[in-house]
Each structure stands twice: as structure tokens, then as C-alpha cells.
């Protein structure tokens, strides 16, 4: 009966496809390497609205829309959504399905809620509960930098060690029959803290976590790095990506050209983000645009997806606290 | 091939078995009505720790340490812990989590998490995705005033509609073998928002959703209230379940001597708690004690278990946002 493969992964004995999905972003994401992969570029920070924690909300409610669009659904024929966000209480997506109305299961992983929602919800569909789930999350730069940082009139110096938190959402329609790229294989990740402090240095602080969920996923699968066309880690940013590396390289699964950093990706040097892109909506914007469109494309036909999070506050920041972390990853295939 | 029954109910075809289970309580908490049931009661809020957030979370871990022992079992059997709190960015349940080396997911339905992750951990169970499941959560008084509503030190007179904050946690194993009390129907609910802007009147901000989660699972089931043994909601509080109890009586289900709620039963009226329990700890602790201990006894067989969170934060709330909330129910059968 079970379908545990190993010590961490369970492969999906079903049809679990992504039949629909949408990423919105912001202006400075939609002006970097990846532009042309953004369908939906949103010049006003604000949204026309008048708080930021609006405009976040605003382009998550924008973002399901528009993924359901993409495959002729209502939000009537959805069974669940799932997701989360950065914002205490996740009030962007709880809001969000107040104005949806449809049943909600609220998750919290930090930047890693893309690859959990999909965890969670190819597993439901798998298991027979429902036949259509959207898997939705995002930030906003300037709701997380006056939440997690500083405020935004403080106009504090970044680190060069530090990362730029993705103004962007995704949203992926799952369902258990129709066109489109397949969730496989899930591989739930367990929280690694090797003592980074810093809250500057993300990557630095997850890097161990996605060391740990994908050398798992490996010895699960008895497969190697070479096996896969892309492994795609979340925002580990250049710094974190390269620590990756190293360890993966340790631990006798050296990653080779087939992986990249979603962080790293979505801007370039010129644009000033030091280590490149963070926050949940960096993962969950690359993963329902770029990636996505490769796999429909034949680029990419099996792809790791792990998307990490940070899972510290500011409070236990303030007490002196390591920062714990976490990875989740799901394999998907043409 | 689906679960589902009517619009948002699943039945569970195999056996979820709640085999092992654990609550902890603080020295109010242990000194009311329930006392009798509390095995584990703290007489130390600080927990020995140098903070109350510290403290929360060697709560949390011990009553997942306690829960396993109830069953026998050592973490190294789980397959997944499922669970959240109420601290920002879930900080109790990612430290506890780091600490125990399990695979981990993180959810987030503020005072409804222990209904929220009794229904993730026993539909991936049902569908075949692991073997034993642990489900957890719970609140500190300390914390929770402190990071929703005034500094301890600040002495603020409370509203007499207000609620307390239960300091507690609870935990249940669940698995797909052994003895215990199953669970058989899950019904997750839709974030439901009626207005209500006053967050020291958590009763009434939530009646509304576990009236919509309620009505659903009757009409789903085609069963009506006198079906069950005990109906139990999770912190409405004397005034929130005297509001449920009328909009049921609208919707046609009117609730009889068999419905009661957690937050209205963890205090005694002299404890001068006013509407009586709030916070994940309450329903945590009470599904944890006394009603799983009066299933086993067979005082109840049926019982419909539907914990109520209310899902704003302090920033929306003063951006003057009224407070959505949902109730997700599991059926749990002797």
C-alpha cells in the first residue's frame, strides 16, 4: 500500500498533471534575463492600491485567475487551493481565498511553499481527493523588506552577501487528467541548521537544507545528478548555489551544468540584487514561467524542482537564534 | 476513483487509526474544569527557559516526545510531522522540527491547525503515503499577547467578550494500523469573513466559518446533528458557540445538549478568562485529553471534532481589514 520509495520520497502511482499555471511579476523581475518568459509584468508596485500588503494580495488573487484562464477552469471547479506566503498569519493568501470562497488548506515554508504546495497537492490528487488543486504563492519586495528587515524609508545599505526579494507570484492548476508536464515524485524535506545567524545571508543559511532533501532524493531513487535534463533549486542565490555545490560535491552527487538556481536567474549582474533573487514568489514565478514552458517545449523533459526556505522570525533572530531551513522537492516530467 | 462526497467531504476508505496522543497544559489550564484529564500539567510558564518563545516550543517538543511514548514508538518511526502554532513564521513547531530529524511540513490555519493537520496527515495516510504521521500544535499565553495585542508589562484591561489565550499542545500520532479511535471524514473548509473587525471578539469573527464547515459536512453526509455523540468546535468561546448555535438553528441544523466547544470547557467561570480559551492550544489540548480519552472509554462513537481559526494579522487589522476565518472537521469514530 505505501508508496514510500527509500527514506524520504514517495513516487505518484497516478496521473497528477500541471494542466494550468500563471506567474505574475514586478517591473525590476520583468526587466531581467527571464523577461521574455514573463507573460504578465506589472509596471505599478502598488497595483492601484494603497498599501503594499493590498498590492501583494492583489497580484495573488491576479495570478489564480489568470492560471485558471490558461486551462478554461472557473475557481467553481476547484477542490482546494493551497498555499502560502511570507506575511505574518499568511493574510495575503487568506484573504485571497475569502475572495475565492473555495476550500483552503494554509501552508507555511517560508521561499520552499512552491515545491510543498505541489508535495501536498499531487499527493491529494493521487490519493483521490478531488480531481483540480491550485497551488499558489508569491512576495512582494516591499511588504517583506519592512516585515522581515528594515523599513523601506530607512534606506539602509545592503550586504553584497545579501539577496532581492522577488515581487512575484505563481500558481499551478493540478489535476488528474488532461495536457501538460507530470508531478511524479515528491521528496519532503527535514530542517537542517548548521548555526548561520546572519539574516542577510539566506543562502548560506539553506544550502545545507537542499544538500540534505536532494542527496535523499538520490540515494531513494538510485539515481545521480546526470540522470536529470534540470535540477532547479529555489533562491539560494549565487552564493548559496555555489555553497550547494561544494557540498553535493561532499557528499558524491557533484552537480554539473544541468543545475541552476532560480535566485540566480532572475536578474542580472547590472541590477544590482548582489546574489540574486530570494523571497517565495522567486521559486514559484520561475517555476510557473521558464520551467514549465521548456518542459512543454521538449527543452526539459525531467526536472528536480526544490524550492528552500528560511524558517527563522525576527524575534528569535533578536535571541540569538540560528536560522533553520528547509527544502522540498518534486520531480516533474514531460 | 474519488473520495469526495458532496461538495467538500472525503471519506477515508482505509484505516486512519489515531494511536497515540499527548496533551501538556499550563498552570491555569490545569487548574480548571478539565484538570482531570490533563496528564501533563506545567507548573512554570518560562519552562525553565530564558524566554516565553523558548519555553512554547520545549512545550511543543516534549508533547511530541510524550505522544510517541503513549504509543511506543521513537521519531525515528515517523514518517512526517504535520503542525504549526501561532508565533510568526511558525517559529515553534520549525525549531521543534529541527530538533527532531523528520521529514516535515508546515502549516499555518491559525487557531484550526490541529483539525487542519489531523485532515492533511490522514488523507496522505489513506492514500498510502507513509505510516505513522505525527499531527501537532498549541499556543502560550505569553506569546501570543505579546505578538497580537499588548506587551505583557503594558497590564491592558481585557473586554469582557475577550477570550484567553490557552497555554497548551497537543499532539496525535496517527498510523494506517494498531488501536485507537479512527478517523473517518474530513471536510476542509472555505476562509469565511462576515466583517467582523474587533480582534478581542474572536468568537464572533469564527462563528460564521464553523457554521459554513458545519452546514457543509450535514449536507454532504446527509446526516444531521443528533447523528453524533459530541460536537465539538475549537475556540468560539460562550459567545462565539451561542452565535453558531443561533445561525445553526437558521440553517435548519439546529444544535441540541450534544454540541460544545473547547474554549467554553478549559475554564471555570471564577478563572476569570471571560468568553473562556483561545489560541491552537486550546482544541489541541482538549482533542488531545478529554475527548480522545472519552472516545476510548466509548462514552462518545461519533464524534465531529472542528477546530475555528481566525486568520488576520495585527498589520492588516490596523490597515482596517475585517478578520477572515475558517473550521476545517474530522469525523472521529470509535
Not at 500500500?1 to 500563471?22: D, F, R
Not at 539577496?163 to 512575484?168: K, L, R, S
Not at 558524491?252 to 544590482?272: A, F, R, T, W
Request: hydrophobic letters at 35%.
Amino acid at each position: 500500500m505505501s508508496k514510500k520509495i527509500g527514506s524520504q520520497t514517495y513516487k505518484l502511482n497516478n496521473n497528477v498533471v500541471i494542466i494550468g499555471n500563471a506567474a505574475t511579476v514586478g517591473s525590476k523581475e520583468g526587466a531581467g534575463p527571464l523577461k521574455k518568459y514573463f507573460k504578465y509584468i506589472e509596471s505599478d508596485d502598488l497595483m492601484g492600491e494603497t498599501s503594499f500588503e493590498k498590492a501583494e494580495r492583489k497580484m495573488m488573487e491576479l495570478t489564480i485567475e489568470r492560471a485558471l484562464k490558461s486551462c478554461g477552469l472557473t475557481e467553481k471547479k476547484l477542490d482546494l487551493l493551497i498555499g502560502g506566503d511570507l506575511l505574518n498569519q499568511l493574510v495575503t493568501i487568506n484573504y485571497s481565498a475569502r475572495d475565492l470562497s473555495v476550500p483552503f488548506l494554509g501552508i507555511y515554508g517560508a521561499c520552499s511553499t512552491m515545491s510543498e504546495s505541489l508535495a501536498i497537492g499531487s499527493m491529494l490528487l493521487d490519493g483521490g481527493y478531488g480531481d483540480y488543486i491550485a497551488c499558489v504563492t508569491g512576495s512582494h519586495f516591499s511588504t517583506a523588506e519592512r516585515q522581515y528587515r528594515n523599513p523601506l524609508e530607512f534606506g539602509n545599505q545592503r550586504q553584497t552577501y545579501s539577496q532581492w526579494t522577488v515581487t512575484g507570484m505563481g500558481c499551478s492548476i493540478l489535476s488528474n487528467q488532461g495536457n501538460g508536464p507530470h508531478i511524479t515524485k515528491v521528496t519532503m524535506g527535514k530542517v537542517t541548521d548548521w548555526g548561520v545567524k546572519d539574516i542577510a545571508n539566506m543562502g548560506a543559511a539553506m544550502a545545507p537544507a537542499a544538500m540534505s532533501t536532494l542527496t535523499a532524493f538520490f540515494k531513494d531513487t538510485k539515481t545521480r545528478p546526470e540522470d536529470y535534463d534540470l535540477i532547479i533549486s529555489g533562491d539560494l542565490g549565487k552564493l548559496g548555489s555555489d555553497i550547494l555545490k561544494d557540498l553535493m560535491q561532499k557528499e558524491k552527487y557533484p552537480l554539473g551544468q544541468n543545475y541552476v538556481d532560480c535566485g540566480h536567474m532572475i536578474y542580472s549582474n547590472e541590477q544590482k540584487a548582489f546574489q540574486g533573487g530570494s523571497g517565495a514568489g522567486c521559486s514559484a514565478s520561475v517555476f510557473n514561467s521558464y520551467i514549465i514552458t521548456k518542459i512543454k517545449e521538449g527543452v526539459f523533459k525531467k526536472v528536480l524542482f526544490m524550492a528552500t526556505g528560511a524558517l527563522m522570525n525576527t524575534t528569535l533572530n533578536q535571541q540569538g537564534e540560528s536560522i533553520p531551513a528547509i527544502a522540498h522537492l518534486v520531480m516533474v516530467e514531460r
